[in-house]
């Protein structure tokens, strides 16, 4: 294995990956994300659009238009002088707010004219006739979860000086594709050949046995299942995790493969988790899209404390290399169906936060998440730890119905009081 296995078709090969979405399936909310605020306050529209179109020149990623040459895709940066508004403004009453919101989210973006990044602030022309609403929707080509926290963060600081009439921030330039490039070729060869070895472990894994469901849904749509443990469950969490030397999440990702085990009666799978992909202090203030989805490979071995193996052998390897070739894996697979999620059908997200900050100075903002209509994946575990722990299923109910999805919530807490019992004390 070469570092070329960390680029495909001349780009960063988490870029290369969502430009191939968007080219295949234009506006797919797999390959776009929105963050939505609502504002309520005396708010400085010129303050806010220059602060946009300061923190876009900032980041190479953000001013990257991608177009296919031949069999080579091309980046082209514009310099941060050539980057046109980035902020629309629309004044309109607040029941024209959630169309006017949800349309602008999933506009397809034109990737090879359009910055990958858009706002758009709904105002109703005073702050006495309601709240304003900013959203901004980005493209995953140079933009993951990360990003998110860079960017506002710089968006509220910059809009603080605009607004006081003083310098923006002196934050230095991120150049994304550079920063990709360092951190490839800081790898050896041991670690590329140990890389490519663990991905030959992945070729040819089976499918989670989730057959589609015989009632007609609509194919990517989603339900959900909130599951919410007791904090007497997360004091025996944290209980458990330092008696077996690790961390609640591989505690939770253990009770989830034997869930997913005990639903499907599958023996051989794998499950995704999603990593930052960042493994340089230049990548840790850039915006950029680094993230991957490494595929974990989980065997029916038997036993609590062997499933428990696998989970931690895989998370340091999920850790050390922070990125998997799944082209190489995927393409050296016997033929697949085309209904079903490639490689890994389930998923294991740890979210560590439920809320982004925007900080506009003079006024109040609070982040609305929006649920996404589709997944990349058939089922996802997503989980967040604290005084309490709190679990969202998500799935695709043209593959899991209600009834089942509830049945796998009900599994996995069985699983986790398994797990629990095997390194704690006895839930009682």
Aim: charged fraction near 20%.
């Amino acid at each position: 294995m070469t570092a070329d296995m960390r680029w495909l078709g001349g780009l960063p090969a988490p870029q290369a990956r969502y430009w191939f979405v968007e080219k295949s399936s234009p506006g797919s909310p797999d390959a776009m994300d929105s963050f939505t605020f609502q504002i309520s306050g005396p708010l400085d529209e010129a303050a806010l659009r220059a602060a946009l179109r300061t923190v876009v020149g900032q980041h190479t990623a953000l001013r990257t238009l991608i177009t296919r040459q031949s069999h080579r895709l091309v980046s082209t940066v514009l310099e941060p002088d050539a980057v046109g508004e980035v902020l629309e403004i629309r004044r309109a009453a607040p029941p024209e707010h959630e169309p006017a919101l949800r349309e602008f989210a999933y506009r397809p973006f034109r990737l090879d004219r359009d910055l990958p990044v858009r706002a758009l602030l709904l105002t109703c022309g005073t702050t006495d006739d309601g709240p304003a609403h900013l959203i901004v929707s980005v493209h995953h080509t140079a933009f993951d979860g990360w990003s998110a926290t860079v960017f506002f963060s710089q968006i509220g600081a910059t809009y603080r000086a605009l607004r006081h009439g003083y310098p923006p921030p002196g934050d230095p330039l991120s150049h994304y594709e550079r920063i990709w490039r360092a951190q490839s070729e800081s790898e050896t060869e041991q670690d590329r050949n140990d890389l490519m070895e663990w991905a030959q472990d992945l070729v040819g894994v089976p499918d989670l046995p989730l057959p589609l469901s015989p009632v007609p849904a609509t194919p990517g749509a989603l339900g959900e299942q909130l599951v919410v443990l007791s904090p007497r469950h997360t004091g025996l969490l944290e209980t458990a995790a330092r008696t077996a030397a690790t961390t609640p999440n591989a505690l939770l990702l253990t009770a989830w493969v034997r869930a997913l085990r005990a639903l499907t009666g599958g023996t051989d799978f794998a499950v995704g988790l999603p990593v930052s992909g960042r493994t340089s202090l230049a990548s840790m203030s850039a915006v950029g899209c680094f993230v991957s989805v490494v595929p974990l490979r989980f065997r029916a071995l038997g036993g609590t404390e062997r499933d428990l193996g696998q989970t931690l052998s895989g998370l340091a390897k999920t850790l050390r290399f922070q990125f998997a070739p799944l082209e190489h894996i995927v393409g050296d697979s016997s033929a697949r169906d085309p209904q079903r999620t490639p490689l890994c059908q389930a998923a294991f997200v740890s979210q560590e936060q439920t809320d982004l900050n925007l900080c506009l100075d003079g006024a109040a903002s609070v982040y609305v998440p929006r649920l996404k209509p589709e997944s990349a994946f058939e089922v996802t575990l997503e989980v967040w730890c604290g005084t309490k722990t709190t679990a969202r299923i998500k799935h695709r109910v043209d593959v899991l119905d209600h009834r089942r999805a509830a049945r796998l919530a009900s599994l996995w807490c069985t699983e986790v009081d398994t797990v629990l019992k095997a390194f704690a004390d006895p839930v009682r």
